[in-house]
């Protein structure tokens, strides 16, 4: 029985939709500016959360922010028009996927350097601990006539060595 709830719970887990923060007094009654509207909406990053939508977030710059693009669709702004406009007022940052151009270069390049780099080392590691044996373990290789002798000499005296 426990194994059926849990399988159920699993499943109910699969189809379960992401909620949106949109509020029914934001949804537009022409069908397709709505449309438009919540395309646009995941598009553009909440300023307050980053790393959501505006179309997910439920603070209130998410909320004029999705006002506003509904807004610029019923003045007649094309897509491209109201995203022209967000970029000039927020920035680039307004945008969930940034474009690639010379100020966010090193927003795209960067990740896959340190991954590449990352790599690099790795690699270098595993090959330096391929190549010690057994005495590399001591910081010359081989240890002294004198450090054996020791060693010996304090094997004798432990009773815990002796068989």
Known sequence: MRRLQIALALLALLYTTPL?????DEILSD?????RARNLSRELRCMVCQNQSID?????LARDLRLLVRERLKAGDSDREVMDFLTARYGDFVLLKPPVNAKTML???LPAALLFG????LVAALRRRQGAGPDAVVAGGRLSAEEERRIAELLERDPRTRG
């Open 107 to 109: 927003l795209w390049i």
């Open 31 to 35: 069908p397709k500016l709505e449309e």
């Open 118 to 121: 990352g790599a690099i080392v």
């Open 56 to 60: 997910d977030s439920d603070a209130p």
């Open 20 to 24: 949106h923060a949109v509020l029914p």
